[in-house]
């Protein structure tokens, strides 16, 4: 599952470098990218933005597209054989539903806290949709699913073929139990990241 996710750390212009954004595509900082904003894309043709939220038949819009179906919808197999892109990020939220009823925000990053892209689906009319696969062992406490984060040596793969077997639990991830701040989707400022206090961070 992925619902909110950051490019909020690194060097701007290195970030440009890395997936060959040109000064046409804005790059910002975002602590909380919520469905329905605009967010920073590769595709074949280079860097775009597109709008999260897959549009389908004019009208339906869905976040996520399971990995295991894609092949069995026919609009993900349209958007497999044509729409691949690549969607830069430096980390997503889940949250952990607590005994008291509340749930706990965490952040989960890169083990080595590298910017890196989501596998991304792109429809014809600018929106899109992230790949999601099963939880790594270590992320099934706080969802079942968890975003597809390629290997940098994956992501060129992605882009000029249908791989599926780039769909895979990336398993060198980082968590960070972080402040109630990130619940507000309308909220996008640097106390989404602050850490939760001390007796909500245990995962």
């Known amino acids: 599952m992925c619902g909110r996710y950051t490019?909020?750390?690194?060097?701007?212009?290195?970030?440009?470098?890395?997936?060959?954004?040109?000064?046409?595509?804005?790059?910002?900082?975002?602590?909380?990218?919520?469905?329905?904003?605009?967010?920073?894309?590769?595709?074949?043709?280079?860097?775009?933005?597109?709008?999260?939220?897959?549009?389908?038949?004019?009208?339906?819009?869905?976040?996520?597209?399971?990995?295991?179906?894609?092949?069995?919808?026919?609009?993900?197999?349209?958007?497999?054989d044509e729409g691949r892109c690549l969607i830069v990020a430096d980390g997503f939220y889940e949250w952990q539903k607590r005994p008291d009823g509340r749930k706990q925000p965490f952040w989960i990053t890169r083990a080595d806290h590298e910017p890196f892209a989501f596998a991304g689906l792109a429809s014809p009319w600018g929106t899109c949709a992230i790949v999601t696969?099963?939880?790594?062992?270590?992320?099934?406490?706080?969802?079942?699913?968890?975003p597809v984060i390629l290997p940098p040596d994956a992501e060129q793969r992605w882009l000029t073929g249908p791989d599926l077997?780039?769909?895979?639990?990336?398993?060198?991830?980082?968590?960070?139990?972080?402040?109630?701040?990130?619940?507000?989707?309308?909220?996008d400022g640097p106390a989404c990241l602050e850490p939760a206090p001390e007796e909500m961070t245990l995962f």
């Open 7 to 80: 490019v909020a750390y690194g060097d701007l212009p290195r970030l440009r470098r890395r997936f060959g954004l040109d000064e046409r595509v804005e790059v910002r900082r975002r602590f909380n990218v919520a469905p329905g904003d605009e967010v920073v894309a590769v595709g074949q043709g280079g860097g775009t933005l597109l709008r999260w939220g897959f549009l389908r038949d004019n009208a339906y819009t869905t976040i996520n597209a399971r990995a295991e179906s894609l092949l069995e919808k026919a609009t993900w197999r349209k958007a497999l």
């Open 133 to 146: 696969t099963s939880a790594t062992e270590k992320l099934a406490g706080l969802h079942d699913r968890m």
């Open 165 to 187: 077997d780039l769909l895979r639990p990336f398993e060198a991830t980082t968590e960070l139990a972080v402040s109630s701040a990130v619940n507000d989707a309308r909220y």
